[in-house]
T-cell receptor
Framework: GQQLNQSPQSMFIQEGEDVSMNCTSSSIFNTWLWYKQDPGEGPVLLIALYKAGELTSNGRLTAQFGITRKDSFLNISASIPSDVGIYFCAGRSLTSGSARQLTFGSGTQLTVLP | EAGVTQSPTHLIKTRGQQATLRCSPISGHTSVYWYQQALGLGLQFLLWYDEGEERNRGNFPPRFSGRQFPNYSSELNVNALELEDSALYLC?????????????FGPGTRLTVT
């Protein structure tokens, strides 16, 4: 099945710093999504990307759909304590046909130090 | 607009029993997806229902099954529970047509098998 490699696995940063994480796949994807999950809760959709090269922002968050269509990036600027959580990338492969389920990365655990 | 709801919040069962988990999608969404998230791991796709039909299933044994009702709510049944079934079970919903790859998650049901 499809696999997504998400890195880094975990990050410890100081409040106010910028954060970058990425996701790569072995096949071409036509949709990339980024989610954030707080402990004991369901993932919350942050950003959706549909076109290669697309750059989309949501407040301090910016995500990009890679030109090769095999990767995506998420940046968080000026991190704050409430940014703590697990960030997941998710995507849909071009070869999925009519299937709409998503493939998820393994997550990036973000810790923001005061 | 109400989000995706799931019940119960927590469920404790013993090995060999059956568990039933419920999900109500966002109003207007016709697709429901079920994912399993074992502790510390990513989301694994279980089942996808759309318009009352099972459209796709992940790499899980047949004892994981479910259905979607005419009001688009859904049930996940897990028979002959095993210890390794202990996990957070997440339900997500999406609309059909444009933007149908954007899935919105409920808070999850924490299933513990003893």
């Amino acid at each position: 099945g499809q696999q997504l490699n998400q890195s880094p696995q975990s990050m410890f940063i100081q409040e106010g710093e910028d954060v970058s994480m990425n996701c790569t796949s072995s096949s071409i994807f036509n949709t990339w999504l980024w989610y954030k999950q707080d402990p004991g809760e369901g993932p919350v959709l942050l950003i959706a990307l549909y076109k290669a090269g697309e750059l989309t922002s949501n407040g301090r968050l910016t995500a990009q759909f890679g030109i090769t269509r095999k990767d995506s990036f998420l940046n968080i600027s000026a991190s704050i304590p409430s940014d703590v959580g697990i960030y997941f990338c998710a995507g849909r492969s071009l070869t999925s046909g009519s299937a709409r389920q998503l493939t998820f990365g393994s997550g990036t655990q973000l810790t923001v130090l005061p | 607009e109400a989000g995706v709801t799931q019940s119960p919040t927590h469920l404790i069962k013993t090995r060999g029993q059956q568990a039933t988990l419920r999900c109500s999608p966002i109003s207007g969404h016709t697709s429901v997806y079920w994912y399993q998230q074992a502790l510390g791991l990513g989301l694994q796709f279980l089942l996808w229902y759309d318009e009352g039909e099972e459209r796709n299933r992940g790499n899980f044994p047949p004892r994981f099954s479910g259905r979607q009702f005419p009001n688009y709510s859904s049930e996940l049944n897990v028979n002959a529970l095993e210890l390794e079934d202990s996990a957070l079970y997440l339900c997500a919903s999406s609309r059909s047509g444009r933007g149908s790859y954007e899935q919105y998650f409920g808070p999850g049901t924490r299933l513990t098998v003893t």
